[in-house]
């Protein structure tokens, strides 16, 4: 666990993927695109009537997040990551369809999980409140559906050395599980 | 007996205010525990995690920034001196107009939905929750306390027997934290109402999340309780982030209040270690 952090760029590729363990610190460069709740739930109503995306899924990162609007000059207000679980009920018809990864925070369900290992995917926490920090490493944020959601809209995102680690990889590694087994204290 | 004269405008300019202030700025007591944590943490991702928030919120103190994108639906506490009289508008208008001005100029998130199963933004992050207490008095007390939906979702509202006493008020509070995990952001600070009525309970432990950190409750039963009600949180493992370590949550505060013979109600609140509260006397 830990050491020196990865540097990995998307779009993820299989090989991509299968190098990663929980615990990995991680640094990301590359796209991702921001999705919470409400483009979730739009995204899965496309799927259901077969119509198209916003963008590609395959190799694609998810960033559960919404942003703060931008002040004057600056690229994005303060982003980081929201919990992950409310996208649970969405994930299933994304990771078939390529999805590879998933920034967040916060446990995920064990259908999820489970496919995951199936796909190939990657589960990656971001620290939850370090917004201005984030925001940082986000050089370049486009808006490409669902303006009206507001904060809730899609972005593409350029992000460069965006520091995350891995909490579920795709062999069945889980950090929160692991890392609270390493420190529970038994007798209370 | 003096009235006093204060001009809901006053009102609006200062809630205003207080809700850039809570989110730029975070408390001389969250980050004196913050440093604590990072003192005793022993996990390596742990103490990773907690030099990220201190670095965050100097960052977000610095380029006048929200330290979280979460930045909260606002819940507002007055108390209000029976002596004032507010002139110039209404006065719950007046604080709903602050919350809108200062989302806005922040720039700060708009976090809330009209309605909760319809669910559009209403675009200015009203309406408000607005609390208030008459109390005795010329001068007005207001509090500012942007919440965030991921620690405010792990809380809990629980109806215990009076049997079920300290020991299950305990249990309850403990077996909350872990089954929140990772999801609230810990280091996480809980809040715990006891005993009033069902409403009441929630509204406590709401309220003890305004108590400056470190200050134990006045009463040693309960000042004792919150100390041992620490150290079974922390005993978790969950730390920072939920990636295991000591330092799970940073306080845990108790309100108390009288109850029915019937009922011992327990809340229990959340509050993400970007715990926001500023207040001002008017």
């Not at chain 1, 290992?117 to 917004?131: D, E, N």
């Not at chain 2, 998130?109 to 010329?138: F, Q, Y």
Request: overall charge neutral; charged content about 25%; some cysteine.
């Amino acid at each position: 666990m830990t050491g020196p952090a990865k540097r990995i760029r998307t779009p993820l590729g299989e090989t991509g993927t299968a190098g990663l363990r929980s615990g990995d610190l991680i640094l990301l460069s590359g796209t991702v695109y921001t999705a919470r709740d409400a483009a979730h739930q739009r995204m899965a109503e496309r799927i259901r009537r077969d119509e198209p995306l916003p963008f590609g899924l395959a190799g694609q990162v998810l960033f559960y997040a919404g942003p703060v609007p931008a002040a004057p000059g600056r690229v994005i207000g303060p982003i980081g990551p929201t919990s992950s679980y409310r996208m649970d009920p969405f994930t299933l018809p994304l990771l078939e369809r390529g999805l590879k990864g998933m920034i967040g925070k916060g446990n995920r369900s064990p259908q999820i999980v489970e496919a995951m290992k199936r796909c190939g995917a990657v589960y990656f926490a971001a620290t939850g409140g370090a917004a201005a920090l984030y925001a940082g490493t986000v050089k370049r944020s486009v808006l490409i559906a669902f303006e009206d959601l507001g904060p809730e809209a899609v972005y593409r995102l350029e992000v460069e050395d965006m520091p995350l680690v891995v909490v579920n990889d795709c062999h069945g590694g889980d950090l929160y599980r692991e890392g609270v087994e390493r420190y529970r204290v038994q007798s209370l | 007996m003096n009235i006093r004269e204060l001009p809901t405008q006053t009102v609006t300019d200062t809630v205003a205010r207080l809700c850039v202030e809570a989110n730029f700025f975070l408390g001389e007591d969250v980050l004196a525990k913050l440093r604590d944590c990072l003192e005793r943490e022993e996990s390596p991702l742990g103490k990773s995690v907690l030099e990220q928030v201190l670095g965050n919120a100097a960052a977000a103190r610095e380029k006048q920034v929200a330290m979280c994108q979460d930045t909260g639906y606002a819940v507002v506490f007055l108390e209000i001196g029976q002596d004032v009289h507010f002139t110039g508008g209404g006065l719950m208008e007046s604080v709903q107009e602050g919350v809108r001005r200062g989302y806005q100029s922040g720039p700060l998130r708009k976090s809330v939905v009209r309605d909760p199963l319809r669910r559009v933004n209403t675009g200015d992050n009203t309406p408000a929750i607005v609390h208030c207490e008459i109390v005795p008095g010329d001068r007005v007390r207001l509090i500012v306390a942007p919440k965030g939906g991921g620690s405010e979702n792990m809380s809990e509202v629980k109806m215990l027997p009076p049997s079920a006493g300290r020991e299950g008020v305990m249990d309850f509070v403990a077996d909350r934290v872990r089954r929140s995990g990772p999801n609230p952001c810990p280091p996480v600070i809980v809040g715990v109402g006891l005993g009033g009525t069902f409403e009441k309970c929630a509204f406590l432990a709401k309220k003890s999340l305004l108590r400056t950190l470190g200050e134990p409750h006045p009463d040693p039963y309960y000042a004792e309780m919150e100390s041992e009600l620490l150290e079974r949180v922390n005993a978790l493992g969950i730390g920072p982030m939920g990636y295991g370590g000591r330092c799970t949550a940073l306080a845990v505060h108790v309100e108390a209040h009288p109850c029915h013979i019937a009922s011992l109600p327990v809340a229990v609140n959340i509050q993400c270690h970007a715990a926001r509260h500023k207040e001002a006397v008017l």
